[in-house]
């Protein structure tokens, strides 16, 4: 049986408990200032410290989507070939996934202006990691390449996102940039499957793709009909859990790259 890390599930366990805690201390101390109704997609705010109870708790989601991804990238012959050549990719991208969880928690948690702001820089992180792994790879470059695509991705996500009029369908235009990002994550990949020479598993992608869609129709839906403050059933509930099935399902579709020679065997 091959060996397998610890390293990818030690640090993202790391990373998972230090933000989940400090999420705590920030919302029983009150450190993300006062309820200002930022980020209510339907649920009634309760009284106490936790505002939006479904909406903050279906966040668990993502951080369990990040340690599957940090568990599955500590077995070599599980991640292909091709991103085992980018050491640390994936461990840095199950931290973004699992950070994903109390970023928007915050939000939902306090419903502050804090916690709304740290939501969408969450989302900015996600998108931007995304569209730098693709364009690394398409242009051959390295992981400073990477980082630099990131940098600008969340920096121009965050300059867009200061736009304070309304966007049709995507309510603001951190969610336009935010979807401009996934939309080139999406045509890169494509395009890096027929061009080849390495072979990837798009069905993994389409799954996330298709899973990705189905969330977003429902979070538009329980904004325009679909909505009953006083359930613990919400719409924004299931977008959040489909949408840590989505990051899951992208890291497989990265794992399943390999060499024309490895795909073979």
Same mark, same amino acid.
């Given at each position: 049986?091959?060996?397998?890390?610890?390293?990818? $599930?030690?640090?993202?366990?790391?990373?998972?408990?230090?933000?989940?805690?400090?999420?705590?201390?920030?919302?029983?101390?009150?450190?993300?200032?006062?309820?200002?109704? #930022?980020?209510? /997609?339907?649920?009634?705010?309760?009284?106490?410290? %936790?505002?939006?109870?479904?909406?903050?708790?279906?966040?668990?989601?993502?951080?369990? =989507?990040?340690?599957?991804?940090?568990?599955?990238?500590?077995?070599?012959?599980?991640?292909?070939?091709?991103?085992?050549?980018?050491?640390?990719?994936?461990?840095?991208?199950?931290?973004?996934?699992? %950070?994903?969880?109390?970023?928007?928690?915050?939000?939902?948690?306090?419903? =502050?202006?804090?916690?709304?702001?740290?939501?969408?820089?969450?989302?900015?992180?996600?998108?931007?990691?995304?569209?730098?792994?693709?364009?690394?790879?398409?242009?051959?470059?390295? #992981?400073?390449?990477?980082?630099?695509? /990131?940098?600008?991705?969340?920096?121009?996500?965050? %300059?867009?996102?200061?736009?304070?009029?309304?966007?049709?369908?995507?309510?603001?235009?951190?969610?336009?940039? @935010?979807?401009?990002?996934?939309?080139?994550?999406?045509?890169?990949?494509?395009?890096?499957? #027929?061009?080849?020479?390495?072979?990837?598993?798009?069905?993994?992608?389409?799954?996330?793709?298709?899973?990705? %869609?189905?969330? @977003?129709?429902?979070?538009?839906?329980?904004?325009?009909?679909?909505?009953?403050?006083?359930?613990?059933?919400?719409?924004?509930?299931?977008?959040?859990? $489909?949408?840590?099935?989505?990051?899951?399902?992208? /890291? #497989?579709?990265?794992?399943?790259?390999?060499?024309?020679?490895?795909?073979?065997?």
């Amino acid at each position: 049986m091959p060996s397998r890390s610890r390293r990818p $599930l030690a640090v993202t366990s790391g990373v998972a408990l230090v933000s989940v805690g400090l999420l705590w201390l920030a919302v029983v101390q009150g450190w993300l200032g006062p309820d200002v109704g #930022r980020g209510a /997609f339907c649920e009634a705010a309760r009284p106490g410290w %936790l505002k939006q109870p479904a909406n903050t708790l279906s966040n668990l989601g993502f951080v369990v =989507s990040g340690l599957l991804v940090a568990w599955r990238a500590g077995r070599a012959d599980r991640v292909g070939d091709v991103l085992p050549r980018h050491p640390g990719v994936a461990t840095a991208y199950a931290c973004v996934v699992v %950070l994903l969880g109390p970023g928007s928690a915050a939000m939902h948690a306090t419903q =502050s202006a804090a916690g709304g702001h740290l939501d969408v820089l969450s989302m900015y992180v996600l998108a931007s990691f995304a569209a730098g792994y693709a364009l690394m790879r398409w242009f051959g470059r390295d #992981r400073l390449f990477l980082a630099q695509v /990131f940098s600008l991705g969340v920096a121009g996500c965050e %300059l867009l996102g200061t736009y304070d009029g309304r966007v049709p369908v995507v309510l603001h235009a951190g969610n336009l940039a @935010f979807g401009v990002l996934l939309v080139t994550t999406v045509a890169v990949e494509v395009a890096l499957a #027929r061009r080849g020479p390495a072979r990837t598993d798009l069905r993994w992608g389409a799954a996330g793709v298709g899973t990705t %869609l189905v969330a @977003f129709a429902i979070w538009n839906a329980s904004q325009h009909g679909w909505c009953d403050p006083e359930s613990l059933v919400q719409g924004h509930a299931v977008w959040h859990l $489909l949408g840590a099935v989505s990051t899951y399902l992208l /890291f #497989r579709m990265w794992a399943s790259e390999r060499s024309p020679a490895r795909a073979e065997r």
